[in-house]
């Protein structure tokens, strides 16, 4: 494969940008549903419900039907709390990168390029929680290929994210990431992150309790220079 270069974000790759984060979150549904199915919570319910329609219909057909449908129907909303946070997120800081991104103070938005097109993405911005504010800067949106990844892309954009904050004078960066997605979990705490909380980033999702834990998000924080 060809080499890749990350430079600032341009307004021409407004489009590939979006659609490689709204592509990249969507791959988190299947094992957010298979997250969903091997807790406890999850498992008693459906069994519940597949042993009081066998109650109620003596039919065991009946029965498997209705738990098929109950498992469609979470499979259905564990695909909507994803499709949600992707359409929050397209209305709120992605409506308009160049001013979220580019505009506001101590923000910024990279893109990977490889073999003429955007292959990966990764932006800072002011944290959401006023308490990190002033020592640190938060890590959001980085996405990369499925094609091009395992090439150190995510880490050289995690980087300059890093040296960003560094050169503006503050001394951490925290970011969020998706409880299922195991592999950035791995790759941020060999990078010195650490796990410091828990939360649900999805309104949705707290209404769906057996499904809630899906969607929470691990909050982690770094200092630049610690395992990088």
């Known amino acids: ?27 988190h549904a299947p094992a957010a ?16 419900l597949f042993l009081a329609v066998l109650a109620a219909s003596r039919s065991l057909l009946v029965s498997l039907l209705a738990l098929l449908l109950a498992l469609t129907g979470g499979w ?16 709120n800081d992605l409506l308009d990168i160049r001013r979220t991104y580019l505009e506001a103070a101590d923000s910024c938005l990279w893109v990977a390029g490889a073999e003429g097109a955007v292959v990966g993405a990764v932006g800072a911005v002011l944290p959401e929680f006023p308490s990190e504010r002033g020592h640190a ?23 300059t994210v890093i040296r960003f904050a560094q050169e503006r004078g503050y001394s951490a960066v925290v970011l969020s990431t998706s409880m299922v997605h ?8 060999s990078m ?17 309790s ?19």
């Open 137 to 159: 800067l938060e890590l959001k949106r980085m996405s990369v290929e499925r094609e091009h990844r395992g090439r150190g892309i995510t880490r050289a954009l995690c980087r």
């Open 33 to 48: 549903f298979i997250y969903m199915l091997k807790r406890l919570r999850a498992q008693l319910h459906f069994l519940g």
């Open 192 to 208: 010195g992150f650490r796990r410091v909380s828990q939360r649900s980033p999805s309104l949705l999702a707290s209404f769906l």
């Open 76 to 91: 259905f909303c564990s695909w909507c709390i994803w499709t949600d946070y992707v359409q929050q997120s397209l209305r």
């Open 1 to 27: 494969m060809a080499p890749y270069r990350i430079r600032q974000y341009e307004d021409g790759d407004y489009e590939a940008v979006c659609t490689m984060f709204g592509h990249g979150v969507m791959e």
């Open 182 to 189: 195991y592999s950035a979990q791995q790759l941020y705490e």
């Open 210 to 228: 057996h499904v809630a834990a899906v969607a929470q998000a691990s909050r982690l924080g770094t200092y630049p220079g610690e395992g990088i």
